[in-house]
Structures are given as C-alpha cells and as structure tokens.
C-alpha cells in the first residue's frame, strides 16, 4: 500500500484514540494527516525525506513529524495508515521518548489499560 500511495508517510499499528469504546473494528484501518508517534514503519524512501530533518538532539518523531508536514511533489498532504484496534502496547520508562516526558511509568500503564488491544477481549466484546 506504501508503494503505491506516494501520499503514504507511515503506517502504524497503534491507534492513539483505541480507547475501548471508540475501537471495536479489529479489521478497519483509518488514515490520518498526523504522526502516529507509537509502533509505527516507514519505507526507506520516507527515511530519506526525513534524514534533512533529523538533528541527534532531537526525540525522534520531531523530525519525523516535519518532513510529514511537507506535501508531496503533487501537493498532496502526507498521511499515516493506522487501525480501529491497536495491535501494539507501549509502556516503558527507559527510553529517550520517555526521559522527555513527564509522566510515570505506573501512570502509563493505567493510561494504556483503557485502550482495545487487538487479539485481546476488550469492554465492547470486539477482538
């Protein structure tokens, strides 16, 4: 799908709105004009537009996110592919990202417990 949509920045498999009661479609997949900052790939062509960008003192998705404000050379917005459903889970307190933030890894771990996890039970029945 990459490929063949050069409009196609990322694709990601974490949603940042998967609380239980929003995602309850496992097989749907939206596209956003945002950087999903969670779990996500790139093609190495998009990592070539981000390099200009990319500074070592940096966290690593301010780069990301400013070449994704570019437009393609058509002049269309750039955007990120993501599920109704996440497929993965983040919570950790060792990484760059996370020095930068201010928040505890206890309180992560409550923020993620309300989100839907693909193959996982969640409050609305979904898997």
């Not at 990459?2 to 990601?12: E, L, N, Q, V």
């Not at 998009?46 to 690593?60: G, H, N, S, Y």
Request: glycine share 8%; net charge negative.
């Amino acid at each position: 799908l990459m490929r063949s949509d050069p409009s196609i920045f990322c694709a990601s498999g974490y949603n940042d709105n998967g609380f239980e009661a929003n995602a309850v479609d496992g097989a749907r997949v939206w596209r956003g004009e945002h950087f999903m900052a969670l779990g996500w790939m790139l093609s190495r062509e998009t990592l070539r537009l981000a390099a200009p960008f990319w500074k070592m003192d940096q966290v690593w998705d301010v780069p990301l996110a400013r070449a994704m404000a570019h437009p393609t050379p058509h002049g269309e917005p750039r955007a990120c592919i993501f599920p109704e459903v996440a497929r993965t889970k983040h919570v950790g307190d060792a990484s760059t990202m996370r020095k930068a933030l201010t928040t505890s890894a206890a309180a992560q771990q409550h923020w993620y417990d309300q989100m839907a996890l693909h193959g996982e039970e969640s409050a609305a029945g979904a898997s």
